[in-house]
């Protein structure tokens, strides 16, 4: 499983791509992210995302992202001089840090505690109310 973002506009860079990508996971909790040059055939420049797993002891790579080549924009039909970011990111790796899972299995699959999962808070939409009255909230 994995999330995909990509963003498109003038003089955008890769320091906008590490901003969004910084801005994302402190959102959710996490900080500590490190990032490494890496080769993916859509983007030039490309890297690697890494984020630090005090459970384990290690930094985990949690997604890859870069600047789109330029070739792969001509199809899109973007006028002359915007530039695209692209990320792909991982959902699983960043659950387990930031609720201090050592093992996948505990978070995917037929061993998962449920009692975790109903004591851990959630991201939702309520839908109590209008469309107008709908808002996102943490329920802990």
């Known amino acids: 499983h994995q999330i995909e973002g990509v963003v498109a506009d003038y003089g955008i860079t890769l320091g906008h791509c590490i901003g969004v990508i910084n801005t994302f996971?402190?959102?959710?909790g996490i900080e500590k992210l490190r990032f490494k040059p890496a080769y993916?055939?859509?983007?030039?420049?490309?890297?690697?995302i890494f984020s630090y797993h005090?459970?384990?002891?290690?930094?985990?790579?949690?997604?890859?992202?870069?600047m789109f080549r330029p070739e792969m924009l001509?199809?899109?039909?973007?006028?002359?001089?915007?530039n695209c970011i692209g990320f792909g990111l991982s959902l699983e790796r960043p659950t387990m840090i930031k609720y201090k899972i050592d093992n996948i299995r505990d978070l995917v699959g037929?061993?998962?505690n449920l009692e975790m999962v109903k004591n851990n808070p959630i991201c939702?939409?309520?839908k109590s109310?209008?469309?107008d009255e709908r808002r996102l909230q943490v329920v802990s």
């Open 124 to 126: 939702r939409i309520d």
């Open 25 to 28: 996971f402190t959102k959710l």
């Open 74 to 82: 001509l199809p899109m039909g973007l006028p002359e001089g915007v």
């Open 54 to 66: 005090e459970g384990l002891g290690k930094w985990v790579e949690i997604g890859n992202s870069g």
């Open 129 to 131: 109310g209008t469309l």
């Open 110 to 112: 037929h061993k998962v």
């Open 40 to 48: 993916n055939p859509y983007t030039e420049p490309s890297m690697e």
